[in-house]
């Protein structure tokens, strides 16, 4: 989270690493914090490089999955505010 779309890579081998904490609010809404981090490499040297997101989110959990909206940043990007994004269904 923070990063566009394709915007790291492109590679073969890739990790990631996530810790969330989320907390229900009020009936089927929930905030969270979170910190997000991975890479994408032609080779093994994966951990040469980390990108690294942080921020917080709300989410609702409908039929479909949580539907969430994240204020997050992309800490690589100097001088790159903080950003608005939206997730459907259940992550990958």
């Known amino acids: 989270r923070g990063y566009k779309?394709?915007?790291i890579g492109p590679?073969?081998?890739s990790y990631?690493?996530?810790i969330e904490i989320q907390q229900k609010i009020?009936?089927?809404f929930y905030g969270s914090l979170y910190c997000d981090e991975g890479n994408v490499?032609?080779?093994e040297n994966l951990f040469e490089d980390s990108y690294i997101g942080e921020?917080?989110?709300?989410g609702y959990?409908?039929?479909i999955g949580m539907i969430q909206i994240n204020y997050t940043h992309a800490?690589?990007?100097k001088n790159k505010p903080y950003v608005l994004q939206l997730s459907l269904g259940s992550s990958l």
């Open 16 to 18: 990631t690493a996530s």
């Open 11 to 13: 590679g073969k081998y």
């Open 75 to 77: 800490m690589n990007l």
């Open 26 to 28: 009020y009936d089927q």
């Open 41 to 43: 490499a032609q080779n």
């Open 61 to 63: 959990l409908s039929i």
């Open 55 to 58: 921020g917080i989110g709300i």
């Open 5 to 7: 779309f394709n915007s």
